[in-house]
């Protein structure tokens, strides 16, 4: 089974930059979807962003597009979230998921089958 691993959480102030890293391990995991998700306390967990098996089709929620960039690296075997222009209210603990796929990707997280442990994430002054 794929096993993976989120890091690259920490306090930064609004407007800062952040890049999460998902390291997987096992095996096939070119053929694997990878989610990025989050949850803060008292709210429910969100779908943050997606990337297909390839590469090549990802997905955004509305309330980071344009500030996030989600992108892999079969090769390295790892799976990044690039974060800008954070605020308050992206602060949470993140999380990455797999399932296996090919094309297209789903930010619903009954999608997926295989989590990570979650990074924290704080934006604050």
């Known amino acids: 089974q794929l096993r993976v691993v989120e890091s690259g959480g920490g306090l930064v102030q609004p407007g800062g930059s952040l890049r999460l890293s998902c390291a997987a391990s096992?095996?096939?995991?070119?053929?694997?979807?990878i989610g990025w998700f989050r949850q803060a306390p008292g709210k429910e967990r969100e779908g943050v962003a997606c990337i297909d098996s390839r590469g090549g089709i990802t997905n955004y929620a509305d309330s980071v597009k344009g500030r996030f960039t989600i992108s892999r690296d079969n090769a390295k075997i790892t799976v990044y979230l690039q974060m800008n222009s954070l605020k308050p209210e992206d602060t949470a603990n993140y999380y990455c998921?797999?399932?296996?796929?090919?094309?297209?990707?789903?930010?619903?997280?009954?999608?997926?089958?295989?989590w990570g442990q979650g990074t924290q994430v704080t934006v604050s002054s």
């Open positions: 998921a797999t399932v296996r796929g090919d094309y297209s990707c789903s930010r619903y997280a009954h999608d997926y089958d295989n």
């Open positions: 096992g095996f096939s995991f070119r053929y694997y979807n």
